[in-house]
């Protein structure tokens, strides 16, 4: 990791010193020999420090030196994606991006704790599946085959589909040359099948209707029916249908086309 703007800054450094820093960012020395290197100098500074005399500012000293320290702004905008970390942690993360991850406290903190879990999985040992891993994982693999594979798979479903196939042409042949020697019992038989079937029709058509006039409103239907309102029934439909026909000729009927003519 080439990147800089992850690393612990001096402020930081004084809180980890302190045990004040906090724990996600505390993560980010087990992966970073840089900022390692960086506290064990400042601790060998701050024992340095602790052995000199002490010695007491002036007054005022504080504000002055806070008067000269310039504070720059947070950079504003939207936090990181998922992809640009990845970008990060690849070296490749663009400048705008930098800079937000400077300024922005949640995205650092982020960012950390997912360099801190990539180192870690990248200690863990790799897997080493078992011999002939590959050879019973296929096993238990399935493919399913084609109806040409499955008849070509071996000798005897070769044989077994040569069979089935000379039976078929060969009941097909017989049954053509029959039909062609045997024509008038074939016709015979087709007359047989029709007269039957002409037969069953015509029972069961008159077996319908005797039940139809066997029921009790045909009974009423017939008593209420004289031929003057059957001729005034037909008539009505008659004139009904002919209307009908006319408004249909009329609706389908083309409009003429109308000429222009100039005026004298």
């Given at each position: 990791?080439t990147d800089?703007?992850l690393?612990l800054r001096p402020?930081?450094?004084?809180l980890?010193l302190?045990?004040?820093l906090a724990?996600?960012?505390t993560?980010?020395?087990?992966t ?6 960086a506290l064990?100098?400042?601790r060998d500074v701050?024992?340095q ?20 320290v ?7 905008g939207?936090h990181?994606?998922a992809d ?11 400048q705008?991006?930098?800079n937000h991850?400077?300024?922005c406290t949640?995205?650092?903190q982020l960012?950390?704790a997912?360099r801190a879990?990539?180192?870690r ?6 897997f080493?599946?078992?011999?002939r891993f590959?050879?019973?994982?296929m096993a238990k693999?399935?493919i399913?085959k ?15 589909a040569?069979?089935?196939?000379s039976?078929v ?11 062609l ?10 007359t047989?099948a029709?007269?039957?079937a ?7 058509a008159q077996?319908?209707g005797s039940?139809?006039l066997?029921?009790p ?5 017939r ?6 309102r059957?001729?005034?029934l037909t ?5 009904l249908?002919?209307?009908g026909?006319?408004?249909m ?5 083309l409009p003429?086309?109308?000429?222009a003519?100039a005026?004298p």
């Amino acid at each position: 990791m080439t990147d800089h703007t992850l690393h612990l800054r001096p402020d930081e450094l004084d809180l980890l010193l302190e045990g004040r820093l906090a724990s996600d960012r505390t993560s980010h020395i087990e992966t970073c020999e840089e900022c390692r290197s960086a506290l064990d100098e400042l601790r060998d500074v701050v024992a340095q420090l602790n052995a000199l005399p002490a010695l007491e500012p002036p007054a005022g000293f504080s504000e002055l030196v806070m008067a000269s320290v310039r504070v720059a702004p947070l950079a504003v905008g939207q936090h990181l994606t998922a992809d640009d970390l990845d970008a990060w942690l690849a070296g490749a993360l663009h400048q705008d991006g930098r800079n937000h991850l400077w300024a922005c406290t949640e995205c650092r903190q982020l960012a950390d704790a997912e360099r801190a879990l990539v180192y870690r999985l990248e200690q863990l040992p790799l897997f080493q599946p078992g011999a002939r891993f590959e050879e019973r994982v296929m096993a238990k693999v399935a493919i399913p085959k084609s109806w040409r594979s499955r008849i070509f798979a071996s000798r005897r479903s070769v044989a077994l589909a040569a069979g089935l196939g000379s039976l078929v042409v060969g009941s097909m042949g017989a049954s053509v040359a029959w039909s062609l020697t045997h024509q008038d019992t074939l016709a015979a038989l087709g007359t047989w099948a029709t007269t039957v079937a002409t037969q069953w029709t015509l029972a069961a058509a008159q077996g319908v209707g005797s039940r139809i006039l066997a029921q009790p409103w045909v009974l009423e239907l017939r008593s209420a029916a004289s031929p003057g309102r059957i001729a005034a029934l037909t008539a009505g439909a008659t004139a009904l249908y002919t209307g009908g026909l006319f408004a249909m000729r009329r609706l389908l009927a083309l409009p003429a086309p109308r000429v222009a003519r100039a005026l004298p």
